[in-house]
Structure formats: C-alpha cells, structure tokens
C-alpha cells in the first residue's frame, strides 16, 4: 500500500462521484472526506459508494469550532459535532479531525479552555460511537479565528487534560506545525501517548499570496516534508499522508493534470 490519501476539498472543482472515479486512477487509496461533500446525501449510499472505489475512509473533515462568546452558540457548536460523529459512524469513517476554533478579541487561554470543555462534551459520544477525533494544531497566522490551538504543545496540553482516553489524539498538519523548534520532540510524544491519529502533507511557497487558499503541492515549497514523515513513522505511525491541498492556483486548471502532478510528487518524496 502507498499509503496515499487526498482530500476531497484538494480536488474541490471536482464531484464527490468523480473523487471516487479519479482518486484510484492515479494510485490514491486513501480518502478524506470533507463534509461539504455530504450534504443531501444518504450516508449509507455514501459508505457503499466508497468502499466500492476500493478506498479507505481516512477521516472525516472536520469538526470542532468550539469557542465561542455565548454559552448558546458553545452547545450550538457541540451539537454540529455530535452530528460530526454520527456522519463519521456512517459513513465508516474511523476519525474527524478538529480545527478547534478562535474569537477574535477572546483570549486564547480563554478560548482553549472553551475547546477543551467542548471536546470533553463530545468525547462519550465519539467513544460510544468507535470514532477517534484528532486536534489539528493551526499555523499562529490563524490565531485569530480559526484555532486557539496552534502548537502540538498546546494539543497535547489539552489532551491531557482531558485525561487517558485514547478516542483523542493530533493531526499533523506540516503546512502547520513545519517551523516549531518543538516539532520533532513533540512527533516523539504523539508516538509515546498513542496520540499521533492523522498525517497531513502539502507545501509552504514563498511567497504566499493568500493565507488559506495557496498551499503548494508536495515540492513547490520550503517544508522538509520527508524529513517530518520520517519522524512520523519512526513512532510506529503506518496511517495514509493525506494530501490536503487549498490553492485558487491549482483549482482553476484540469484536476486531472494536478492529480498526476499530486501522484509523481509523492513518489519523488518517498522513492
Ligand atoms: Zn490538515
């Protein structure tokens, strides 16, 4: 197994039905699937639909946003993840991935306190449901509002406060977590606790024009992406690396050409 997964937001031009019908083509047996994918579908039809393309259901994209400045729209909030976790079941998918949430003006002690107490809210439900959630940590640039969470300290941090279940975990996200002087100790840790739930790949261009939507296929960047995969494994982690890719660039050509183009630079990190 090559171990290759994408997200369909990486493809985000394309059709849930034509993920499934392109994916396999160019060598990808992993899918994420985000959840914009689902809507006003039947998710038992969805589950089929998957595991006749002969992919594996990676993950679930994505809960979380848990901060907020009433109490009203923290259960509103915790609400959409238990329907999170009940889409995962679904579908078969075994994990969603959190991007925690932020408000801007709100501390981000403050904030990380209202992610943990939201996580803690969802995790008998995930638990009952046998679906793992994994923190993301966010680049600091989305600080503001998008994660409070913005180190794999920090995920750690909350993981333990939330105590020993192993239904929580981190996403390694290395257009995220790339430049932490911390980075490989921490990779060390997620191994140690059981911790390390999801692997994310893309690239850091320089310059970025757009803070969410240039991320640049596996190369066209500065990350030492094959050297933060091999920390990775070195924990024993054998899960997919999933190609999450945001970028107004490649959206706007053929999707076939930058599935190719997503196929040969994995093989030219890992060969
Ligand atoms: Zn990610």
């Given at each position: 197994m090559n171990r290759l997964c994408v997200h369909t937001v990486t493809t985000k031009p394309l059709s849930f039905e034509q993920c499934l019908a392109e994916f396999p083509k160019y060598g990808v047996s992993g899918i994420t699937l985000w959840r914009q994918a689902l809507e006003g579908r039947d998710l038992n039809a969805v589950k089929r639909q998957t595991a006749d393309s002969g992919?594996?259901?990676?993950?679930?994209?994505r809960g979380g946003f848990?901060?907020?400045?009433?109490a009203a729209d923290r259960q509103k909030s915790i609400d959409d993840n238990f329907l999170a976790i009940e889409q995962a079941h679904a579908i078969g998918a075994p994990l969603i991935v959190l991007v925690c949430g932020a408000v801007p003006g709100q501390s981000l002690v403050e904030s990380r306190q209202q992610i943990t107490d939201g996580i803690a809210a969802c995790l008998p439900a995930a638990e009952a449901a046998g679906v793992k959630l994994a923190i993301e940590p966010l680049h600091p640039?989305?600080?503001?509002?998008?994660?409070?969470?913005?180190?794999m300290r920090q995920a750690h941090e909350i993981c333990d406060a939330l105590?020993?279940?192993?239904?929580v975990g981190i996403a390694v996200d290395v257009y995220h977590v790339?430049?932490?002087?911390?980075l490989k100790s921490q990779i060390d840790l997620a191994g140690q606790t059981g911790r390390l739930h999801a692997f994310h790949i893309c690239d850091w261009k320089t310059?970025?024009?757009?803070?969410?939507?240039?991320r640049g296929l596996m190369?066209?960047?500065?990350?030492n992406i094959r050297e933060i995969s091999d920390w990775v494994d070195a924990t024993g982690f054998t899960g997919h690396r999933e190609v999450e890719i945001f970028s107004h660039k490649w959206w706007s050509g053929d999707q076939g050409e930058f599935l190719d183009q997503i196929a040969s630079s994995y093989a030219r990190i890992y060969a």
């Open positions: 992919m594996d259901v990676v993950s679930l994209c848990f901060p907020a400045k009433s640039m989305y600080a503001d509002d998008r994660s409070a969470v913005n180190t105590g020993s279940s192993k239904s790339w430049w932490d002087p911390e310059p970025t024009t757009d803070l969410l939507n240039d190369g066209e960047g500065c990350i």
